[in-house]
T-cell receptor, first 113, second 113 residues
């Protein structure tokens, strides 16, 4: 069975500083990997995903994540955060196109002005 | 305006009462999902449906029931058998053409008094 670990439940960071949100997964087979973002009292929005190919994937708002198979990690990074990035971030794993999605517990990112 | 609608946004019920949460979509997606979100636990799958008139239990189905009579609708009933129903409930959909991405509704916050 797959599982997802997000090592940091809360990450405070000053505005314009870099940030890394960590995600590790366990699976005996190849998986798809996702990062979702949730703003207060809203649903989740897909931020970026890794399906295959290049191990570095990027979002339109400056986030990037790198798939590391040997370390079974999919850490999310942004070189300079903005106040509007304050949200809950969920890492997720899916075994195949037709399988259930397993979500991590989430990391709360707080950007401090 | 395409998307997923969940109503109401906030719902209050007395203990022992059944309550039904609405989820409607006009994305023409085949699969629909119900998740429960609790602080620090991420999302947990309650029920899902891959096709009309068919649904399967997720990881925490006890105390919940669903129906899928129409492609557009997947209502969730929280019964009095659910021991701790107060939570944020999220509905999601997924297309047969893009099995790797789930789309989420805005959520319903249920408080049982």
């Amino acid at each position: 069975a797959q599982s997802v670990t997000q090592l940091d439940s809360q990450v405070p960071v000053f505005e314009e500083a870099p940030v890394e949100l960590r995600c590790n997964y366990s699976s005996s087979v190849s998986v798809y990997l996702f990062w979702y973002v949730q703003y207060p009292n809203q649903g989740l929005q897909l931020l970026l995903k890794y399906l295959s190919g290049s191990t570095l994937v990027e979002s339109i708002n400056g986030f990037e994540a790198e798939f590391n198979k040997s370390q079974t990690s999919f850490h999310l990074r942004k070189p300079s955060v903005h106040i509007s990035d304050t949200a809950e971030y969920f890492c997720a794993v899916q075994k195949t196109s037709y399988d259930k999605v397993i979500f991590g517990p989430g990391t709360s990112l707080s950007v401090i002005p | 305006d395409g998307g997923i609608t969940q109503s109401p946004k906030y719902l209050f019920r007395k203990e022992g009462q059944n309550v039904t949460l609405s989820c409607e979509q006009n994305l023409n997606h085949d699969a629909m999902y119900w998740y429960r979100q609790d602080p620090g636990q991420g999302l947990r799958l309650i029920y899902y449906s891959q096709i009309v008139n068919d649904f399967q239990k997720g990881d925490i189905a006890e105390g919940y029931s669903v129906s899928r009579e129409k492609k557009e609708s997947f209502p969730l009933t929280v019964t009095s058998a659910q021991k701790n129903p107060t939570a944020f409930y999220l509905c999601a959909t997924r297309s047969q053409l893009a099995q790797d991405t789930q789309y989420f509704g805005p959520g319903t916050r249920l408080t049982v008094l």
